[in-house]
């Protein structure tokens, strides 16, 4: 078909649309789209003040839906290559970047990022990073990095982090591989974390009843496990699901840790200079 109802003040070219009935497409207003590919999305649909380039949209008929079955919109974003499945995307900016199966993206950056089932991105940064599991993140700058979900990021920077079901908040790491660990208002950098829970600075518990906290110095870096996961999902399937398992914080309360595991930990306070960037006007 050569044309889309209620296109209004748009640019469009080599578009290729497979729809059920004309209502599946509504609205698309004041946007460029070019060599674009819709199918099967919903009768709310929308994309609204948008700069589409070489992006596939694709709703309906899949075998994955989250409990909040909200309908594919895209409103105010510039999308450069990408492709996106079933998602709802406001205020954003993309370039190169897929999201699959995500039911919002809000408000968000992404350069070179892969959405894979993620739930929640807003007001973050994210570069040459994977995000897989319904994961959320907050305010956050995430680099270089890859989240297995369920992930919690809030106010927080992530570089060259391999992570699996953790939960961090007001934190810095680098170079680090974290597993179902919880750290809020705590700093690390080239270490290995596993089962713990730490608080300014401080390890103040676990997070398994099976499992003794592990802190240890990482001697070949997270490359090698960042660049696995982004191997992975280069062959996702879209509708396929990924693990959502939470954490257990254990029964038993915080354990003892002891000075020597304390030191280990090489924690130090968050300093305000290594805090995210604030929210700025670009998506006012």
């Known amino acids: 078909m050569s044309s889309i109802p209620k296109a209004k003040k748009s640019n469009i070219s080599g578009l290729v649309v497979v729809p059920d009935t004309w209502d599946a497409y509504p609205e698309v207003e004041r946007s460029t789209l070019n060599t674009v590919r ?20 694709k709703e309906g008929g899949r075998e994955y839906e989250f409990e909040d079955s909200r309908s594919t ?38 350069h070179n990022a892969k959405f894979i089932n993620v739930h929640n991105a807003e007001r ?11 994961s959320d993140v907050e305010r956050s700058t995430v680099k270089d990095s890859a989240l297995m979900g369920p992930c919690r990021i809030k106010r927080s920077q992530l570089d060259g982090v391999m992570m699996t079901k953790s939960q961090v908040s007001k934190s810095v790491l680098r170079d680090c591989e974290v597993v179902q660990c919880e750290i809020i208002n705590t700093n690390f950098t080239g270490k290995t974390l596993k089962y713990g829970i730490w608080e300014n600075g401080d ?3 676990r997070t398994s009843e099976e499992h003794e906290v592990v802190v240890v110095q990482m001697l070949n870096g997270t490359r090698s496990l ?10 996702h399937k879209p509708g396929e699901r990924v ?10 309360g915080p354990s003892n840790p002891t000075k020597e595991t304390l030191a ?9 200079a290594d805090a995210p960037p604030p929210y700025d006007s670009h998506f006012a």
């Open 203 to 205: 390890l103040v518990g």
């Open 243 to 252: 693990s959502t398992l939470e954490p257990k914080r254990s029964q038993d």
């Open 264 to 272: 280990a930990s090489g924690t130090d306070e968050i300093d305000e």
């Open 226 to 235: 960042i660049e696995s996961a982004w191997m992975a999902f280069h062959t």
């Open 38 to 57: 819709f199918e099967n999305l919903t009768s709310d649909t929308r994309i609204t003040h948008s700069n589409l380039n070489g992006v596939t949209i």
């Open 124 to 134: 973050s940064d994210f570069e040459g990073s994977v995000l897989a599991g319904e």
């Open 73 to 110: 919109e895209v409103q105010r974003s510039e999308l450069t290559a990408c492709t996106v499945a079933g998602s709802c995307i406001y205020r954003s900016t993309l370039t190169s970047s897929e999201a699959t199966d995500t039911e919002r993206i809000e408000r968000s950056r992404a």
